[in-house]
Each structure stands twice: as structure tokens, then as C-alpha cells.
């Protein structure tokens, strides 16, 4: 007799062995036609695993988040499956699941082309409909080498020459074709559905290494039904007109170039932006209570050393010298503020010290990796430390994600996720220092009521964190705040303060952002609005546009007294058409243009046009500027 749990609690007995398939099926046929897959102690597991003993399961469906993982799995086996039933001497080599899709790289003499893929998802659409059974079966280890070389599957078999002798194997098959795979797997290819498309085409090394030989890498996306497929494309539709390089071209905001690589060249417009979200920033911490600073560029290595980000940053440092001296330039300002926090005697009365500082950092990160201003080698920090005692810890973890959260909303960020980032497998500290701070790190997340979701491994080396994910305009996710607790750094940099008793005790240290680096979120902040700023954050706010020359002295008192309240304004006198002025100046993404002409000039009133907008307002002059100055001023945080 056979025991199973399920989650509302019921129990349902079998005679002898069951499968999760039978499972389903003792619950009802419609279950049993949409069950994909079991979950047991939180794993997922195949549809057709033989249940021996007593347990708790669920079953997966379509429903279920997780369900998306294995479909883009089987979708890969699928196209691998394809790709070798159209073309002769393709090797199949590694085919993993990824965020939003699935890629599969093969070793090919002959490259994939755009017509190749059309090719591929109509076999593709035609495996599914066989609706093969897949199989779990498990291998002699050095069968299975033999099989693969016999086959030619030289990849395969390398793979597999790597793990231990004493192992087992399980490969999955459905029809003839057949690769190793530790799954779990749909129960055949007819529950993969039709929600999948192939992308592109890269090249990419094997193992990942510029030495080895370059495979053929066909990216691809799969979905649970095709609606959210046909989201999913035209949010990849709107991602291109919203790609920052393109706007930051079209409007003048910044460029690069091979002669300074992975650093902006910011334009007059680009670092009217820049400016802006800086002086707003730093508005908003000094009424929080920080303090700011400012730390050296270069640093001599034995700071690094002390502090130990040499060992474990040394390859993404510049490294200069100078009178035999070795010099980082430095990559993060964290050791530095310690540096300050040391400088003279400190009482527990001086706690919490939140200093800030908007620290310019340079990272060699590979040429392959930089990506416009989402990914440079030369950034500038929001960056702050709070240094604090351990029972201020929840406090001031409450009162940061009260700022944070209020930040993101005056930039027009509501929809934010935290993740938990616990101990990673490298770190610094000992497991008593870590337990301790993800306890502190959790009791204070729980207190500012902040849900989350754990980021298993992903902690600092030296303490855990939370990260803040945004979720922009057209749904996409970008990690941009963090807030870490580390009690390694004071030790390591001998920090301490005095504390009430009269002795010696070391602070906490909360290394915090909430931008991350301005250049990534101007670039996430181009792409949410699409190049359509709100008028604060706008780098050219108005334009006033005259219909003829007649009307000029009157659009330059309205610009003149515009630019008086503080505005950016700007007048177009040129000897063309309103309506091509408009159109040219709406292009530039320019949020409002005020037009005057013979009316306007008698009346002292204009005529304002919002960007995007269809019709027009006529608004008395000083109604004008009073509306405007409320709108370009900076938010002062809800």
C-alpha cells in the first residue's frame, strides 16, 4: 500500500507502486490531461516516476510558474531533434533552459541562416505533432561514451568522459533520437504545445572558452499557450524602439568610441539628465541624514589587500604605479568611506554615520560584456554606508527601503520585487559571522515589510543582501537597488567606536544604493519612457516655436521669462512651416511646445502643444509659466 499526500492535505492509497500520471488520474481526467510533471519536497520530477514508498506531491501543470523551465527544456530537445533530422554531421552539444527561452549550441561545418530557422520550427511544429512519448532511461557510463562516439557525437561523449566512473547516466529519448539529460521532461513532445519561435543565430565556444572550437548557437522562446507568446514578441518589439542607444543617438544624449571604450561621452542634453538625477538624489539623502564625502580615485593595493577585494577583484581593476608603488584605481568606495569612519575617536552616539558619495568607479569588464550605458567600465555610484550598531540594524534597514521605495515612485517605478541574496559559495567571514547577518539581514527585512523571494548563493563576499528589482513600462525586470550587511569589513579594516559600556565595540556596516550607477539607470530610465520624459527630468523642456518672423520679439519674452522660473527653454525662429516645426521638435522627443502667433501676440497668451498630445491648449502667458514651474520641479518624495 501506497500513501499519497497531496497539498489540500487528502490522502489518496494505491495497492502497490504508482506514477504521478496515475496520480493525476485517480484525481480526475482533466487533471490528468494537463499534468506536466510532479513536485516532491519542492523538486520537480517526471510525470512517469514509479512512487514506491509514502509521500507528499503536487501535481505541475501549465498553471504552475515553475511549468515554463521545463517546457523550454524539451523545447531545446525538440529543436535539437529537429536540426538532426534536417541536416547530416550536426553534433548536438548543450541545449539548457534560460530566462524567458532556450538555446542549443551545435557543431556544424556549415552555419545556420534565417532560412535554416524557418526551417527548424516547421519540424519543430511537426515533432509536436507526433506527439512522441519521452523517456527516461539510464545508462552504463562508458556504454554510453561508446554509443556517442559510435554515433560521432564526439561533444556528447566528452561531457560524459568527465563524470565519475562509478556513475550512472540518464538519457531521455523521444522517437529514435536520444540525448543525456538529468530532466525531468514532459511525458511526450505533443505537451510541448506550439508557443515557441526561434529567434537568432550566434556563434559561441565550446565550454565557453576562446580556445576551443566556435559552435553554432540557435537562441529560441517558449511559452505556455501562444497569447503570452505573442506578448512576450511585442514587448521584444517595443524593447527595439525603446533601445537606448538608438534614442540616445536620435536626441543627442551621449556616444561612444574605440579611442575610450566602455565610457559615455555625455552631450550637453545627456548630462542635463545626468545633472538632474544627481542634484535630486543628492536633495533627498542630505534630507535623510547623510553626510557627503568624497575618497581618492587611486588607491595603493594594500588597502585592497587589507580589505579583500584584491583576491577577489584584482582582474577587474586598472592597476597603475608610481614611485614603486602598485595603485588600483578603485573599483567601489567601500574601503575608503572605512578609511574616513577611522579618522578620529567615534562614540556610539555618533551612530548611525550614513555617509554617501557619489563615487566615480571604473571596472575592466570584457569588451564582449559592454552594453551602451547598461554595462561600462566607468560609472558613478549612488553609493552610501551606513555605519551602525547591531541593534540599529532593523531600524535603519526600514527607514533605507522607506527612501528606496519612494524614490523609485517619484521616478515612476511602483512595481518593485525584492530578492534575498544568501552566503555564496567564496566569501569572507566565518559561518557564525554569515548566520548572524542573514538573521539581522531577515528580522530587518520582515520589520520593513518587504516580501521576498531567496537568490540562493548570490550574497556579497562578505555579507548577504537584498536586491530591489524594478519593473519598467513594457514588463521587463532590472536589478537596481542593494542593501548588504557585513560585519567582515570593519574587522578586516579595524573599525571600531566606543560604545556605552565604555569599550570597544566593531560597527555594522550596510552597504547600500539605490540607483546602482547613474549611467545603467539613465539608460533604464530612457527606455521606461521611451525617450518621453517627464518634464523635470527632461533635458529640453520647452520650445517655443513663432509661426513668422513678425512673431519672434514675442516668443523670445516668453522664453526669456520661462527660462527666469528656472526652465530649459529653447525658440525656433527658423524660416519653415509650424507644422514641420512641430513635427521635427515632437520627433526630438521635446515634451512641450508653446506656438505664438498674430493671436497669441495680441492676447499675450500661447498656444501649448504636449508631446504626443493631438490638440492644442491656449493658455494666458502667466497661466503658462505657473503650470510649467509646478511641472519641471523635481518631486520632493511621497
Not at 270 to 284: C, L, N, P
Not at 312 to 330: H, P, Q, S, Y
Not at 425 to 435: C, F, L, M, N, Q
Request: charged share 30%; glycine share 8%.
Amino acid at each position: 500500500m501506497v500513501a499519497i499526500t497531496l497539498p489540500d492535505g487528502s490522502v489518496r492509497e494505491f495497492d502497490g507502486s504508482v506514477t504521478g500520471a496515475q496520480v493525476a488520474a485517480d484525481i480526475g481526467p482533466g487533471l490528468a490531461k494537463a499534468a506536466l510533471a510532479i513536485r516532491i519536497d519542492g523538486e520537480m520530477k517526471d510525470l512517469s516516476l514509479e512512487l514506491t514508498e509514502d509521500t507528499t506531491l503536487s501535481i505541475v501543470t501549465a498553471k504552475d510558474e515553475d511549468a515554463l523551465e521545463l517546457l523550454r527544456h524539451d523545447a531545446a530537445h525538440v529543436m535539437a531533434q529537429a536540426v538532426q533530422e534536417l541536416y547530416d554531421n550536426v553534433q548536438v552539444t548543450i541545449g539548457p533552459a534560460i530566462e524567458n527561452g532556450y538555446y542549443y549550441d551545435f557543431a556544424t561545418e556549415k552555419p545556420f541562416t534565417e532560412d535554416d530557422l524557418e526551417k527548424i520550427q516547421k519540424r519543430m511544429e511537426e515533432i509536436v505533432d507526433r506527439d512522441l512519448p519521452i523517456e527516461r532511461e539510464v545508462w552504463d557510463r562508458n556504454e554510453l561514451i561508446a554509443k556517442f562516439k559510435e554515433m560521432g557525437e564526439l561533444y556528447k561523449a566528452e561531457i560524459i568522459e568527465s563524470i565519475p566512473e562509478n556513475e550512472d547516466v540518464t538519457v531521455y529519448r523521444q522517437g529514435d533520437w536520444f540525448d543525456m539529460c538529468r530532466g525531468p521532461h514532459l511525458p511526450s513532445t505533443g505537451k510541448l504545445g506550439k508557443a515557441f519561435k526561434l529567434m537568432k543565430v550566434a556563434g559561441a565556444y565550446w565550454r565557453g572558452d576562446s580556445n576551443n572550437e566556435m559552435l553554432q548557437r540557435i537562441y529560441g522562446t517558449a511559452w505556455t499557450d501562444k497569447k503570452a507568446l505573442r506578448q512576450y514578441l511585442h514587448m521584444l518589439e517595443e524593447a527595439e524602439k525603446r533601445d537606448h542607444r538608438k534614442l540616445g543617438k536620435e536626441m543627442g544624449l551621449f556616444h561612444f568610441q574605440e579611442e575610450a571604450v566602455g565610457s559615455v561621452f555625455w552631450h550637453p542634453h545627456g548630462w542635463k539628465i545626468y545633472r538632474t538625477v544627481q542634484s535630486y538624489m543628492r536633495d533627498r539623502l542630505e534630507d535623510a541624514g547623510y553626510v557627503e564625502v568624497n575618497t581618492p580615485q587611486m588607491v595603493d593595493r594594500k588597502l585592497w589587500e587589507d580589505s579583500g577585494h584584491w583576491e577577489k577583484f584584482r582582474e577587474n581593476m586598472f592597476i597603475t604605479g608610481a614611485e614603486d608603488k602598485v595603485l588600483a584605481i578603485k573599483p567601489m568606495n567601500c574601503p575608503c568611506h572605512v578609511q574616513i569612519f577611522n579618522q578620529g575617536l567615534k562614540s556610539y552616539r555618533d551612530l548611525p554615520l550614513r555617509m554617501a558619495e557619489f563615487g566615480s568607479c571604473f571596472r575592466n569588464e570584457p569588451s564582449g560584456a559592454l552594453h551602451g550605458l547598461m554595462r561600462v567600465r566607468s560609472f558613478t555610484q549612488d553609493d552610501a554606508h551606513i555605519f551602525c550598531s547591531p541593534d540599529q540594524i532593523i531600524s535603519e534597514t526600514k527607514t533605507f527601503c522607506d527612501l528606496l521605495k519612494s524614490v523609485y515612485k517619484d521616478f515612476g517605478f511602483e512595481d518593485v520585487k525584492v530578492k534575498f541574496s544568501d552566503r555564496p559559495d567564496v566569501r569572507a567571514g566565518s559561518d557564525e559571522t554569515w548566520d548572524k547577518a542573514e538573521t539581522a539581514l531577515k528580522e530587518a527585512t520582515e520589520a520593513a515589510g518587504l516580501e521576498w523571494t531567496l537568490n540562493p548563493g548570490e550574497g556579497a563576499f562578505y555579507g548577504p543582501k537584498l536586491e530591489f528589482v524594478l519593473r519598467d513600462a513594457i514588463g521587463r525586470d532590472w536589478q537596481c537597488g542593494t542593501l548588504q550587511v557585513d560585519f567582515v569589513l570593519p574587522e578586516r579594516l579595524n573599525a571600531d567606536y566606543i560604545g556605552e559600556d565604555g569599550h570597544k565595540h566593531r560597527p555594522v556596516m550596510l552597504h547600500r544604493a539605490i540607483l546602482g550607477s547613474f549611467e545603467r539607470f539613465i539608460g533604464i530610465l530612457i527606455e521606461n519612457f521611451a525617450g518621453r520624459f517627464p518634464l523635470w527630468l527632461a533635458p529640453q523642456q520647452v520650445v517655443v516655436a513663432s509661426i513668422t518672423s513678425d512673431h519672434n520679439d514675442y516668443a523670445q519674452e516668453v522664453c526669456d521669462t520661462l527660462k527666469k522660473q528656472g526652465l530649459t527653454c529653447d525658440t525656433d525662429f527658423r524660416n519653415e512651416s509650424i507644422n514641420y516645426k512641430i513635427r521635427e521638435h515632437s520627433h526630438a522627443k521635446v515634451p512641450v511646445i508653446l506656438v505664438v502667433g498674430a493671436k497669441e501676440v495680441e492676447n499675450r497668451t500661447v498656444a501649448m502643444r504636449r508631446l504626443g498630445g493631438k490638440t492644442q491648449e491656449i493658455l494666458a502667458l502667466d497661466e503658462v509659466v505657473d503650470k510649467l514651474v509646478g511641472e519641471a520641479s523635481a518631486p520632493q518624495g511621497t
